[in-house]
């Protein structure tokens, strides 16, 4: 397992919601690669809530759609932009979940879209939620002209925690 580098640390007014690790009310999510899947491993926080103790259906969405970016943004070196996002929630996750885990792979691709099947277990590996996002797959020329940044990793065998 790799870490992946985010390229955008450095970038003037980078603040996403999902992965800026300086947004003060963001998810601050890091992204590793393992052959074929992208993964977040994530602590919920009772801030996130939608009900007492329960993580709010919107954060798990966004853990799905933000994860699948990264699918774009490493498997295919591109800019993208959500098209479709589709998720079953199967088990409610607790916010004081010690980890939640998002996996992520690229199911196929038509043209300049990609379909990317993304899976959400809480910390003893039970599906919790999964999603189907359809990303809009930017040119080479739009990506550049968006101030994409090609994504690489760091070493080997590196833990989240």
């Keep these: 397992m790799r870490k992946i580098r985010n390229p955008w640390l450095h970038k003037e007014g980078y603040n996403c919601f999902g992965c800026a690790p300086d947004n003060p ?4 999510m890091e992204f590793f ?3 074929d899947n992208i993964l977040c ?3 919920p926080q009772d801030h996130f809530e939608g009900w007492v103790g329960v993580l709010h259906g919107g954060i798990i969405s966004t853990l799905i759609d933000e994860t699948a970016g990264w699918v774009v943004t490493r498997k295919l070196q591109a800019a ?3 098209s479709k996002l589709d998720v079953t929630f199967r088990k409610p996750i607790t916010s004081n979940e010690v980890q ?3 996996k992520a792979h690229l199911a196929e691709r038509r043209r300049n879209l ?3 099947n993304v899976v959400v277990e809480n910390a003893h590996g039970e599906l919790c939620a999964e999603g189907q ?4 797959v ?3 020329e739009k990506s550049a002209e968006m101030g994409f940044i090609p994504c690489d990793v760091e070493g080997d065998n590196l833990l989240p925690f």
Excluded: C, D, K, N
Aim: proline fraction near 0%; charged fraction near 10%; glycine fraction near 12%.
């Design 25 to 28: 009310i963001g998810l601050h």
């Design 33 to 35: 690669e393992e052959g």
């Design 41 to 43: 491993f994530w602590r």
């Design 80 to 82: 993208g932009m959500t």
């Design 100 to 102: 939640v885990t998002v």
């Design 114 to 116: 990609a379909v990317i």
């Design 133 to 136: 996002v359809i990303y809009f």
């Design 138 to 140: 930017m040119s080479a």
